[in-house]
Protein backbone atom coordinates (compact mmCIF):
# COMPACT_ATOMS: atom_id res chain seq x y z
CA UNK A 1 0.00 0.00 0.00
CA UNK A 2 1.38 3.51 -0.76
CA UNK A 3 1.90 5.93 1.95
CA UNK A 4 -0.48 8.61 0.78
CA UNK A 5 -3.37 5.76 1.19
CA UNK A 6 -2.08 4.95 4.70
CA UNK A 7 -2.67 8.45 5.67
CA UNK A 8 -5.58 8.89 3.95
CA UNK A 9 -6.71 5.41 6.07
CA UNK A 10 -5.63 6.46 9.55
CA UNK A 11 -7.46 10.12 8.75
CA UNK A 12 -10.77 8.22 7.84
CA UNK A 13 -10.16 5.69 10.89
CA UNK A 14 -9.52 8.54 13.57
CA UNK A 15 -12.46 10.51 12.31
CA UNK A 16 -14.87 7.07 12.23
CA UNK A 17 -13.46 7.15 16.21
CA UNK A 18 -14.48 10.35 16.96
CA UNK A 19 -17.40 10.28 15.59
CA UNK A 20 -18.72 6.95 17.11
CA UNK A 21 -17.39 8.21 20.46
CA UNK A 22 -19.57 11.30 20.37
CA UNK A 23 -22.32 9.33 19.26
CA UNK A 24 -22.30 6.54 21.94
CA UNK A 25 -21.21 3.34 19.43
CA UNK A 26 -19.41 0.53 20.51
CA UNK A 27 -16.14 0.62 18.95
CA UNK A 28 -16.42 -3.44 18.80
CA UNK A 29 -13.79 -4.99 16.78
CA UNK A 30 -16.34 -6.74 13.91
CA UNK A 31 -17.13 -2.81 13.56
CA UNK A 32 -13.95 -1.56 13.04
CA UNK A 33 -13.00 -4.31 10.47
CA UNK A 34 -15.79 -3.72 8.74
CA UNK A 35 -14.90 0.22 8.36
CA UNK A 36 -11.56 -0.73 7.89
CA UNK A 37 -12.35 -2.96 4.93
CA UNK A 38 -14.90 0.19 3.26
CA UNK A 39 -11.95 2.72 4.66
CA UNK A 40 -9.21 0.35 2.51
CA UNK A 41 -10.67 0.16 -0.73
CA UNK A 42 -11.09 2.58 -3.78
CA UNK A 43 -14.08 -0.45 -5.17
CA UNK A 44 -17.10 1.03 -3.80
CA UNK A 45 -18.27 -2.38 -2.79
CA UNK A 46 -21.70 -3.52 -1.57
CA UNK A 47 -22.40 -4.98 1.32
CA UNK A 48 -21.60 -9.19 0.33
CA UNK A 49 -17.90 -7.68 -1.06
CA UNK A 50 -17.42 -6.43 2.03
CA UNK A 51 -18.53 -9.60 4.18
CA UNK A 52 -16.35 -11.61 1.89
CA UNK A 53 -13.85 -9.94 2.52
CA UNK A 54 -13.73 -9.69 6.28
CA UNK A 55 -14.91 -13.06 6.66
CA UNK A 56 -11.14 -14.24 5.86
CA UNK A 57 -10.33 -12.18 9.30
CA UNK A 58 -13.15 -12.96 10.96
CA UNK A 59 -15.05 -15.87 10.47
CA UNK A 60 -17.77 -15.51 12.78
CA UNK A 61 -18.82 -12.71 11.18
CA UNK A 62 -22.51 -12.32 9.65
CA UNK A 63 -23.90 -10.99 6.82
CA UNK A 64 -26.58 -9.34 8.51
CA UNK A 65 -23.77 -7.67 11.03
CA UNK A 66 -22.38 -6.34 8.03
CA UNK A 67 -25.69 -4.97 6.84
CA UNK A 68 -26.47 -3.32 9.52
CA UNK A 69 -22.95 -2.09 10.65
CA UNK A 70 -22.84 -0.76 7.07
CA UNK A 71 -26.05 1.23 7.51
CA UNK A 72 -25.21 2.66 11.16
CA UNK A 73 -22.07 4.16 9.57
CA UNK A 74 -24.17 5.31 6.96
CA UNK A 75 -26.99 7.26 9.58
CA UNK A 76 -23.74 8.82 11.30
CA UNK A 77 -22.46 10.03 8.11
CA UNK A 78 -19.41 8.05 7.79
CA UNK A 79 -19.76 6.60 5.03
CA UNK A 80 -22.24 7.56 1.91
CA UNK A 81 -23.74 5.18 -0.97
CA UNK A 82 -24.31 4.74 -4.43
CA UNK A 83 -27.63 3.96 -5.88
CA UNK A 84 -31.07 3.50 -3.85
CA UNK A 85 -31.35 1.90 -1.12
CA UNK A 86 -32.08 -1.65 -1.11
CA UNK A 87 -29.69 -5.06 -1.78
CA UNK A 88 -27.12 -4.28 -3.64
CA UNK A 89 -26.33 -0.57 -2.98
CA UNK A 90 -22.38 0.53 -2.65
CA UNK A 91 -20.89 2.01 -0.26
CA UNK A 92 -18.00 4.46 -0.08
CA UNK A 93 -15.84 5.98 2.53
CA UNK A 94 -14.47 9.24 1.11
CA UNK A 95 -16.34 11.93 2.35
CA UNK A 96 -14.20 14.69 0.18
CA UNK A 97 -16.23 16.56 -2.10
CA UNK A 98 -15.99 14.02 -5.43
CA UNK A 99 -17.67 12.53 -8.68
CA UNK A 100 -17.70 8.90 -10.19
CA UNK A 101 -16.03 7.33 -13.06
CA UNK A 102 -18.46 3.77 -13.81
CA UNK A 103 -17.88 1.30 -16.16
CA UNK A 104 -21.00 0.42 -17.53
CA UNK A 105 -19.48 -3.21 -18.47
CA UNK A 106 -18.11 -4.35 -15.75
CA UNK A 107 -19.70 -2.04 -12.66
CA UNK A 108 -15.94 -0.36 -11.45
CA UNK A 109 -16.68 2.27 -10.09
CA UNK A 110 -13.77 5.07 -9.53
CA UNK A 111 -13.33 8.45 -7.26
CA UNK A 112 -12.23 11.63 -9.23
CA UNK A 113 -12.18 15.44 -7.87
CA UNK A 114 -13.09 18.17 -10.44
CA UNK A 115 -13.38 21.74 -9.03
CA UNK A 116 -15.59 22.67 -12.24
CA UNK A 117 -18.53 19.97 -11.70
CA UNK A 118 -18.48 21.12 -7.80
CA UNK A 119 -19.56 24.13 -8.78
CA UNK A 120 -22.60 23.42 -10.58
CA UNK A 121 -26.15 24.64 -10.15
CA UNK A 122 -28.78 22.15 -9.29
CA UNK A 123 -31.67 23.55 -11.38
CA UNK A 124 -34.63 25.01 -9.54
CA UNK A 125 -36.68 22.65 -11.36
CA UNK A 126 -35.47 19.43 -9.29
CA UNK A 127 -36.92 21.21 -6.19
CA UNK A 128 -40.05 20.15 -7.27
CA UNK A 129 -39.45 16.58 -7.31
CA UNK A 130 -37.82 16.97 -3.45
CA UNK A 131 -35.79 18.26 -1.63
CA UNK A 132 -31.51 18.23 -2.21
CA UNK A 133 -28.74 16.85 -0.01
CA UNK A 134 -26.31 16.94 -2.00
CA UNK A 135 -25.56 16.22 -5.93
CA UNK A 136 -22.76 14.90 -7.80
CA UNK A 137 -21.91 13.84 -11.14
CA UNK A 138 -21.38 10.29 -12.16
CA UNK A 139 -19.52 9.88 -15.80
CA UNK A 140 -20.64 7.01 -17.44
CA UNK A 141 -18.33 4.59 -20.24
CA UNK A 142 -15.63 1.67 -20.10
CA UNK A 143 -13.19 1.81 -18.12
CA UNK A 144 -9.77 1.15 -19.39
CA UNK A 145 -9.79 -2.88 -18.43
CA UNK A 146 -12.98 -3.02 -20.72
CA UNK A 147 -11.58 -1.04 -23.28
CA UNK A 148 -8.24 -2.79 -23.73
CA UNK A 149 -10.70 -6.38 -23.07
CA UNK A 150 -12.61 -5.01 -26.54
CA UNK A 151 -10.03 -4.53 -28.90
CA UNK A 152 -8.41 -7.70 -27.86
CA UNK A 153 -11.14 -10.15 -27.73
CA UNK A 154 -12.92 -11.24 -30.94
CA UNK A 155 -15.76 -12.99 -28.75
CA UNK A 156 -16.52 -10.11 -25.69
CA UNK A 157 -18.24 -11.26 -22.73
CA UNK A 158 -21.64 -10.52 -22.06
CA UNK A 159 -22.03 -7.39 -19.96
CA UNK A 160 -22.12 -7.44 -16.48
CA UNK A 161 -25.14 -7.27 -14.08
CA UNK A 162 -23.23 -5.34 -11.06
CA UNK A 163 -23.61 -2.50 -10.79
CA UNK A 164 -26.43 -1.59 -13.90
CA UNK A 165 -29.91 -0.92 -11.50
CA UNK A 166 -30.92 1.74 -14.08
ZN1 LIG B 1 -14.94 -2.03 -17.00
ZN1 LIG C 1 -16.82 7.59 -4.32
Same mark, same amino acid.
Request: glycine residues 6%; positive net charge; aromatic residues 4%.
Given at each position: ?????????????????????????????? *???????? =????????????? @?????????????????????????????? $??? @????? @??????? @?????????????????? =????? $????????? $????????????????????????????????? *??? *? *?
Amino acid at each position: MRKSEDTRNDRRLEHFRTVAREAGLKLTHQ *RLEIFREL =AGTEEHPDAETIF @RAVQQRMPTVSLDTVYRTLWTLHDLGLVTT $LGP @RREGV @RFDANLD @RHHHFSCVRCGLVRDFES =AELDG $LRVPDSVRR $LGSVADAHVEVRGLCATCQRDRRTSRDPKPPAT *RGE *R *R
